[in-house]
């Protein structure tokens, strides 16, 4: 399984979301919007829409930090 | 069953958990998300003993303090109704995956925080995280080169103005009224700041574009409409109360829990905090302080009704 997660630097959601992430011990690859010209236009392109977090899971998107969706999508109990 | 439940898990309820776990209260925390506002706060310069800070980092180290005194607290949780039954409060509300839960406390510490106030003009709804954002600190990077609109009057207005004054190329400052509400450090700052144009006495009234905005019509104060072509607008026009899921309580005109001096509400055993309340400065370091006098006062309500 591959999760790309498209950040912003001081966006508390996206923070949330990576620590969230972590401690569930799931691997993701970061990519900062605001620094990364060609992530932002990927990211805009993706959802048609500029909020941030978005993450990517083998191609299923989710806009937001949207905890539900995400232990859904990665097999996440608790 | 618990001592105590603090809904909210940011500056009022945090530091009212640390102070519930040295009492040795068996009680938890459940909130939507750690951090609240505190996290979309950006740069922060007046908590004392740290001299320069940011949202995200207090955020963290509240949380680090917290796990310090083993507070439980439970993130994901949406509180959708809290009742009084005899003496016993029932907090109820959905997990993140949809189930419901319930739970039951002796007291409730109220911390919930506030949440962007909106405009309520054409093209908001529309184009909302399609330009349209009421956290520059988290979107304002993707408008990096792009004329941007800030609308609001207060300090977060004027905090916004700075930031993105450092990443868009021009930044326009909407104030509907003749003059700013805020701290004179950062009405000198935007002032005196060659990339931000200031508008006052500027009724905004509608958020156009086609996919994304692309500009904003406001009313000046001879009543004339006039159009900026902007590519981002951030709306910082006041906070209002996460308050509307608790049965007989009291609120003012605004929707913000009424508390006394010592956090209590019109409701024996329900303490509020922070933001949420009638308190009309909304600070990090003042939600602390309410947090920990409402916690306070939770306790002596335990010692004599329980």
């Known amino acids: 399984m591959k999760v790309k997660i498209y950040s912003t630097p001081q966006c508390g959601y996206c923070h949330a979301e990576k620590e969230f992430l972590k401690e569930n011990g799931i691997e993701f690859e970061e990519l900062n919007v605001f620094s990364d010209v060609k992530a932002r236009e990927e990211m805009i392109n993706k959802t048609g829409q500029m909020g941030v977090p978005v993450t990517d899971i083998d191609g299923q998107i989710i806009i937001g930090f949207d905890r539900g969706k995400l232990k859904q999508l990665l097999g996440i109990r608790n | ?306």
């Open chain 2, 1 to 306: 069953m618990f001592d105590l439940i603090i809904v909210g898990a940011s500056a009022a309820g945090i530091s009212a958990s640390i102070y519930a776990a040295r009492r040795r209260l068996n009680f938890k925390v459940v909130a939507k998300s750690f951090g609240g506002e505190v996290v979309t706060s950006g740069e922060i310069e007046n908590w004392p003993g740290i001299i320069h800070t940011d949202g995200i980092e207090l955020a963290d180290m509240f949380k680090k303090h917290a796990e310090a005194n083993n507070v439980l607290i439970e993130e994901g949780k949406a509180i959708e109704s809290i009742k009084k039954e005899g003496n016993i409060f029932i907090i109820s509300g959905k997990n993140s995956d949809g189930s419901a839960f319930e739970e039951k406390a002796k007291t409730v510490l109220i911390a919930t925080g506030v949440h962007p106030k909106e405009l309520n003009i054409p093209g908001e709804k529309e184009y909302k995280n399609k330009g349209v954002s009421y956290c520059s600190v988290c979107d304002g990077p993707l408008f990096a080169g792009k004329v941007v609109a800030i609308i609001g009057g207060g300090n977060s207005s004027l905090e916004s103005a700075i930031m993105l004054s450092e990443i868009a190329s021009k930044v326009y400052l909407i104030n509907k009224n003749p003059k700013f509400k805020g701290e004179q450090i950062l009405i000198d700052k935007v002032s005196q700041n060659g990339k931000v144009e200031i508008i006052y006495e500027a009724k905004t009234s509608k958020i156009l574009g086609e996919n994304f905005v692309n500009g904003i019509e406001y009313a000046n104060k001879n009543g004339e409409i006039v159009k900026l072509a902007v590519e981002g607008v951030f709306v910082h026009i006041g906070r209002l109360s996460n308050s509307g899921f608790i049965q007989g309580i009291e609120l003012n005109e605004v929707g913000e829990i009424k508390t006394d001096s010592l956090g209590q509400t019109n409701i024996p055993g329900l303490y509020a905090a922070g933001d949420v309340t009638n308190i009309p400065y909304k600070q990090i370091i003042i939600a602390s302080g309410q947090g920990v006098t409402a916690l306070l006062s939770a306790v002596d309500y335990l010692n004599k009704n329980h």
